[in-house]
């Protein structure tokens, strides 16, 4: 599988998280919303405008802005 970034990722797919680019407050914010690497997350909706995007980890549901979504690398 190749690796990309979450905001690629199409609706009703699944993925792993493999790693979480940034630094500082924003790889921070990532990480305490519970996405962190080797977790699986599945794309659930995207925004007709494209942000935000619905996930579901953990047995719940996030929405994430793009540029969030762009820091997460999956496979």
Known sequence: MET???KNVPVGEKA???KING???????IMD???TRGISLYVHKV???GDPI??????YELSLRKSE???ILVK
């Open 4 to 6: 990309k970034t979450l």
């Open 16 to 18: 792993t998280v493999v």
């Open 47 to 49: 925004a007709p405008l």
């Open 69 to 71: 979504a762009e820091h």
């Open 33 to 35: 919303m519970g996405i």
């Open 23 to 29: 630094t500082g407050i924003l790889r921070r914010r």
């Open 54 to 59: 619905q996930i579901s980890l953990r047995g």
